[in-house]
């Protein structure tokens, strides 16, 4: 299953950040375990995509999150950035503190799916009625998230320095006129006491052959920032359009300009870059 290949990536990151386990078996071990709490976390997975919520709203993912890690035994934050959940696992042994991060969002999409756990849900964003979809994968590296802090925390006595578990909220963006996701979260003090010295995320890629893994250090995958641009047109009866200022011409051409940020304005050898408008 793809949960389980991305579920032992998590583990792998923490047991591969510095010296920890000195276990000929470890490999074995941490497969096994995948295996065993695949079920469980296919399951998480289900139960957080039929009832996704939006950036800075999500508070019963944030509950259901947060109760999990502390039956685990965890140091548990709520309220970071919100609705985020950090959860803290102090290993046996001295070492360094390494974070796993995956978001918790959903997005205003309405689903049209023939799945028993397809969302209905529906609220309000932007003051419209829309309905709510696990439409990025979230729900996963939820679920992946919290079987991770499971099979770590089962290993407490081996792990040489702590695990932080950051469950980020609004990672699609929060809503007008609202603070929220990664920057809050660091804002607020995330990366600190204890202080973190590596963090990994992952994301589910649906066109990734299972069992193929593809990773890179640093940035990774295109970052959102919005831009709206208002045209104001001039009107005229349909049959003398020379005295109207069309917007919608103008809107065409702005879209088509725009396009050459990517293919004429940035070295794509050194640099990555995605222009898109997303709606008129």
Known sequence: MRSKCFLILALAAVFSSAPRVQSSNLPDRIAAAADAIDPQVIAWRRDFHQHPELGNREFRTAAIIAEHLRSLGLQVQTNVAKTGVVGLLTGAKPGPVVALRADMDGLPVTERTPLPFASKVKTQYNNQEVGVMHACGHD?????????AQILAGMRDELAGSVKFIFQPA????PVGEEGGAELMV????????????IFGLHINAVTEVGVISYRAGGIMASVNDAQIVIKGKSSHGAAPWNSVDPIVVAAQIINNLQTIVSRNI?????AAVVTIGSI
């Open 267 to 271: 070295e794509l050898t050194e640099n």
């Open 171 to 174: 990672e699609e963006g929060a």
């Open 187 to 198: 804002k607020e003090g995330v990366l600190e006491n204890p202080k973190v010295d590596a």
């Open 140 to 148: 996963t590296h939820i679920a992946i998230l919290m079987g991770a």
